[in-house]
C-alpha cells in the first residue's frame, strides 16, 4: 500500500454525498410523496440504471440527446470501428461503433419500454410509480446536477383526462404535504400547436419551444432576439408573445385543445395554486396534450417538476399505440429549496429515541443489555461504545439529535434505576426502572 500512488479524494462533477442527516431528509421527501401516491393506487417499480442506446436516443429531442451519458462497450472497443470512421476523427460517426448501452436520462421513456416488455403480466389502466436515479451530461449548476433523482407516476392506457386531474391534486396535495408553496403551471402541447399555427410558425417548431422554455432565465428580450436569429419576423414574434402571455385559457376558441385545458383547469377554480401557462412549452418532444410544470415562487431554484401526456412512446418500442400521462418530482431541487427555506421538520433525523453510556468498561455489558431489552421492545436505542468523557457524548447525540441519554455507573450497575436526561433541555427524570424509560420513549 507505501508504494500506491495518494489520491486527493473528490467527486466526479455535478455528483453529491449526503451525511446521514440529509439521507434522513431526502427520505422523509420520499416517504410523503409515496404516501400520496399508494393513496391514488400507484404501484411501485423498478428499472435498470442502464439501458441500450436505441431505446434511449431520438425521444428526448437534439438538445436531449447530446446529454445522454453513453458507456462504452467492454474490451477493445475501438475494433469494430471502420478505419474511415475514426480517421474523420468525428465522436458522432463513430458512437454507434463503440458504445451500444447508456445511462437512463429519465424514468419515462424506460417506463414504456417496461410496458412493452411486460404488458401481458400487467393490469391496464397500469398506475405506477418509481423512484431513481437518472443522469445528464449537462453543465452543474446551482439546482442541476448530472446525477439526480427523479420521482415519477405515471398511467399508461386511459385516455381520460381525468387522470390529469388526479395528477395535477397529486402534485398538490404533495407539495402541501412538504409545506412547500409552488405554482404549479398547466398548458397543453396541441394549443401550442395551435398558437404556432395561427401566427405561422411552421417549421423550427423544436428550436422555437427550447428558447421559450429559457425565457425565465433570460427574459422575453433574450427570447426575442434569439427568435429573430431564426428568421422569424418581429410582427410574428410580437404576436407569438401576446398569445402565450396575454391571453388566458378562457379566451381561446372552443377548439379541441382549449376544450381539454378547460376541462382539467375547472376542477381547479379554486385553487390558486393551479395556473393555466400558455408560454409553457416543455421541451421534450414524446408530449403530446397536457404538460405540467412546478416552481416556487420563494426561491431562485428553477422548476421542482414536470410531466405531460404522451401517446407515441409504446408505438416506438413495437407495442400497440396506449396514451400515457404521468408527472415527476425534481427530488434534488426540492431538496434545495426546502433547505434554503428552512422547511425540515426538527425531528426529521431522530432515529434512534436514547443512547445509553457507560461510564467505564464495566458497566458496558450491563448497558448493553438494557439497550438490547429497548431494542425488543421496538424502541430504536443505541450504546456509545468509545471515549466517554462528557464532551464526547454530548457532541455525539446532538449531531445525530438523540432526544434522550442514560448515564450507566456502579449505582446503576446495583440498583437497576436509571437517570433520564432530555438531550434539548438538559432536564433529568430520575429513579426510572427500565419499563418506566420505554413508557416516556413509547409517548414520544
Known sequence: MSDLKKIKPALSKGTRDFLPGEVAKRNYIFDTIKGVFRKYGFEQIETPAIERLETLTGKYGEEGDKLLFKILNSGDYLKDVPAEELNKENASAITKHIAEKGLRYDL??????????????????????????????????KG?????????ADVIGSNSLLNEVELTKIYAEAFKAL????????????????????????????????????EDKIGWDGVKEQL??????????????????????????????????????????????????ASLMRGLDYYTGTIWEIKCPSSSIGSL???GRYDNLTEMFGGQNMSGVGISFG????????????????????????LFVPRDSACELFAFEQVQQLRSQNLPAEIFLGNVKKQKHFGYVEQKNI??????????????????????????????????IAAILTAQ
Open 305 to 307: 417538476g414536470g410531466g
Open 228 to 277: 429573430l436569429k431564426l428568421e422569424l419576423s418581429e410582427d410574428l414574434v410580437n404576436e407569438l408573445h401576446g398569445y402565450l402571455f396575454n391571453t388566458p385559457y378562457s379566451d381561446f376558441k372552443d377548439s379541441a385543445a382549449a376544450q381539454e385545458v378547460k376541462e382539467v383547469m375547472k376542477h381547479f377554480t379554486d385553487d390558486t395554486s393551479v395556473v393555466f401557462s
Open 144 to 152: 442541476r446536477y448530472q446525477e439526480f433523482y427523479q420521482c415519477d
Open 179 to 214: 409545506r412547500l408553496p409552488v405554482v404549479i403551471k398547466v398548458n397543453n402541447r396541441k394549443l401550442i400547436d395551435e398558437i404556432f399555427s395561427k401566427v405561422g410558425i411552421t417549421d423550427k417548431k423544436s428550436e422555437v419551444i427550447t428558447l421559450i422554455d429559457k
Open 403 to 436: 432526544p434522550f441519554m442514560v448515564e450507566v455507573g456502579a449505582n446503576e450497575l446495583q440498583s437497576g434505576l436509571f437517570i433520564l436526561r432530555n438531550t434539548k433541555t438538559r432536564t433529568t427524570t430520575p429513579d426510572l426502572d427500565l419499563s418506566g
Open 108 to 141: 419515462t421513456v424506460p417506463l414504456a419500454r417496461y410496458v412493452v416488455q411486460h404488458q401481458d403480466n400487467l393490469a391496464f389502466p397500469f398506475k405506477r410509480f418509481h423512484i431513481g436515479p437518472v443522469w445528464r451530461a449537462d453543465r452543474p449548476q
Open 331 to 354: 427530488i434534488e431541487r426540492i431538496y434545495d429549496v426546502m433547505e434554503e427555506l428552512n422547511l425540515f421538520p426538527d425531528t426529521i433525523s431522530q432515529g434512534v429515541k436514547v
